[in-house]
């Protein structure tokens, strides 16, 4: 059974620092390159940061370029997103799923990270 469990959330001031981690299993987790997703309060699920299976090969989109950091750790089946300088656009639920243009598991995301940036 693929499991994704997410954690790293909570409330952080603009400008402040997290780090996501998103912990999976029922599946080859070195073998398939993980990704990043965004979803800020009434908006569709956003593609945010991906990463190969070896990690060799990183990709972020716009709004996280030079802000986000995608790292994995395959002994841990364990994907990290490290955020900083974090703005009030960045709240919303952060999902990790397999995959690198799309998930790979779309019938089975994690309950997701609470992310608040605010004053």
């Known amino acids: 059974q693929v499991q994704f469990v997410e954690s790293g959330g909570g409330l952080v001031q603009p400008g402040g620092s997290l780090t996501l981690s998103c912990a999976a299993s029922?599946?080859?987790?070195?073998?398939?390159?993980m990704s990043w997703y965004h979803q800020a309060p009434g908006k569709e699920r956003d593609l945010i940061a991906r990463?190969?299976?070896?990690?060799?090969?990183?990709h972020y989109f716009d709004s996280t370029k030079g802000r986000f950091t995608i790292s994995r750790d395959n002994s841990k089946n364990t994907v990290y997103l490290q955020m900083n300088s974090l703005e009030p656009e960045d709240t919303g639920m952060y999902y990790c799923?397999?995959?690198?243009?799309?998930?790979?598991?779309?019938?089975?995301w994690g309950q997701g990270t609470q992310v608040t940036v605010s004053s």
């Open positions: 029922g599946f080859t987790f070195s073998a398939n390159a």
């Open positions: 990463i190969t299976h070896t990690g060799h090969s990183i």
């Open positions: 799923n397999a995959g690198y243009n799309n998930p790979l598991f779309p019938g089975d």
